[in-house]
């Protein structure tokens, strides 16, 4: 796909709909070959093989400067909308217009727009955008009186140490990242994670007092969770986030606009402890977050609701079934909750796991019918979609639904032909097989043999973590008992 074809395909409905009102400013109407070409790319999906040189009489090269003008106009018109977007887009426009007016020697009105970009860059901390406003405040010293070069050299001066204070971040984060992925596992000691912190910002960080700050911590810390959780060391990632929060509260750093985060560390806490089987501990951290979120306003309170509920589904979907099953229905009626698409189909998919651990595939599969009808479904992920119809699969396999089953799953390999030979999908590429292997004989052929160790080519752990049914000990149990399989 060319640029033009990308940049037209990823038009939002109110960009188009600016970018049409800004092509037809100077001369409205239908017979402009821009819009023309624009709208034949919107018809297309954006496949430029289907919009030939036509939209100019076949001149080839009057077809091309038409693409790269239109090219143009996106630009602009995308600029035009997004100048405002945020104070980094904001800072540049006024940095731009302060230099056009310096240009007409209207040094007063540059000085203008100089003060606005300044404002805006120091709101968010924007040190290279700083550095090159404060040149353009010295630069222009000469021509307006009434800015003095030495306020802005200490300016500048100031603001490269701030950087330098920044970058300082940069480095101390990229060494523990380094430095965790060499290690194999933080569970060992329980404060082995704060102990390498403390190490590495001693040895790297000369500025004492940025370590100090609420900043410099909360982007540390979600550098630091996020990497954990990559790394599926839930163990280290609790007892580094039980430490943090205690220092974070300490420090009285988790109030105000900042009670987001301490809402955030307590659902990776409950989270945490599900992965490692804590569930006592994980349901102990859910109170806590759900009396944090009795005290909020009504904007955070619907902003973490869904996932306090999650935590106690997947506390007890492994304690108790009918207590799991009975908080998901209750979320179906709940309005705020079904405003949000996605949270409505992980609701279903939910249902589906626990009415599955009941064993009573009916039930199961009235949820997934239902959650694939849901308006988000079809924006998840396509390799999440794979295991979903895995589920499926597996559901109507132990329902003995032997027909259905061979349908579905010659649907799913056209549907997800190209993903099947993804390497990292090799496993659900060997469920597929086996589940379209029931209702036969039971006899194991050699090829029932190579799937059944496809799957089983990783840890039940892994496993655990990676499947939405662990596909190990279903494998297990369904191919493992026949008699000619040794």
């Known amino acids: 796909m060319d640029i033009l074809e990308q940049i037209v395909a990823s038009l939002a409905k109110e960009e188009l709909r600016f970018l049409k009102i800004y092509l037809t400013r100077t001369r409205p109407g239908k017979d402009r070959r821009d819009v023309t070409l624009l709208n034949a790319l919107r018809r297309s999906g954006g496949e430029p093989n289907t919009v030939g040189g036509k939209q100019n009489n076949g001149k080839q090269n009057a077809h091309y400067r038409l693409r790269n003008r239109l090219v143009q106009e996106i630009g602009k018109s995308l600029v035009l909308q997004n100048q405002h977007a945020s104070d980094f887009n904001a800072a540049f426009h006024y940095l731009l217009l302060a230099r056009h007016f310096k240009s007409k020697m209207l040094s007063d009105v540059a000085v203008f727009f100089l003060r606005k970009a300044e404002r805006k860059a120091r709101e968010q901390s924007l040190h290279e955008t700083l550095d090159m406003i404060y040149n353009e405040f010295i630069s222009i010293s000469d021509e307006a009186l009434a800015v003095n070069p030495e306020h802005y050299i200490e300016l500048r001066k100031k603001n490269w140490s701030d950087l330098l204070r920044a970058r300082e971040f940069d480095d101390i984060l990229a060494v523990v990242r380094h430095r965790i992925k060499k290690a194999q596992n933080f569970s060992v000691e329980k404060d082995a994670m704060v102990h390498l912190l403390r190490k590495v910002t001693d040895e790297y960080g000369e500025q004492k007092e940025l370590q100090q700050t609420p900043a410099f911590n909360f982007r540390m810390y979600r550098s630091i969770s996020r990497l954990l959780m990559q790394q599926n060391q839930f163990k280290a990632l609790a007892d580094y986030l039980t430490t943090t929060l205690a220092t974070f509260r300490k420090q009285k750093w988790l109030s105000g606009e900042n009670k987001d985060v301490e809402i955030e560390m307590l659902i990776y806490l409950a989270n945490a402890h599900i992965k490692e089987k804590n569930y006592t501990a994980s349901l102990t951290w859910a109170k806590e977050l759900k009396s944090i979120l009795d005290r909020q306003g009504k904007s955070l309170q619907e902003k973490y609701l869904f996932n306090y509920f999650n935590i106690l589904v997947n506390n007890y979907s492994h304690l108790d079934?009918?207590?799991?099953?009975?908080?998901?229905?209750?979320?179906?009626?709940?309005?705020?909750?079904?405003?949000?698409?996605?949270?409505?189909?992980?609701?279903?998919?939910?249902?589906?796991?626990?009415?599955?651990?009941?064993?009573?595939?009916?039930?199961?599969?009235?949820?997934?019918?239902?959650?694939?009808?849901?308006?988000?479904?079809?924006?998840?992920?396509?390799?999440?979609?794979?295991?979903?119809?895995?589920?499926e699969g597996i559901i109507r396999y132990e329902a003995q639904d032997w027909e259905l089953v061979h349908y579905r799953m010659n649907q799913v390999q056209r549907e997800f032909k190209?993903?099947?030979?993804?390497?990292?999908?090799?496993?659900?590429?060997?469920?597929?097989?086996?589940?379209?292997?029931?209702?036969?004989?039971?006899?194991?052929?050699?090829?029932?043999?190579?799937?059944?160790?496809?799957?089983?080519?990783?840890?039940?752990?892994?496993?655990?973590?990676?499947?939405?049914?662990?596909?190990?000990l279903w494998v297990r149990h369904s191919f493992g008992n026949m008699p000619s399989f040794q």
């Open 321 to 391: 079934l009918d207590k799991a099953i009975a908080i998901l229905e209750d979320i179906k009626k709940n309005k705020v909750i079904s405003k949000q698409p996605f949270h409505v189909v992980y609701t279903y998919l939910n249902l589906a796991l626990s009415y599955h651990g009941k064993g009573q595939h009916k039930k199961a599969i009235s949820s997934i019918a239902t959650m694939v009808r849901q308006n988000g479904f079809e924006k998840l992920d396509k390799a999440f979609r794979l295991k979903i119809s895995v589920l």
């Open 418 to 472: 190209h993903l099947l030979s993804h390497e990292e999908l090799a496993r659900e590429k060997a469920m597929v097989s086996l589940l379209k292997t029931g209702g036969g004989n039971g006899k194991v052929t050699q090829r029932i043999r190579q799937n059944v160790r496809v799957v089983l080519s990783i840890s039940d752990d892994q496993a655990e973590t990676q499947d939405l049914i662990n596909y190990n």
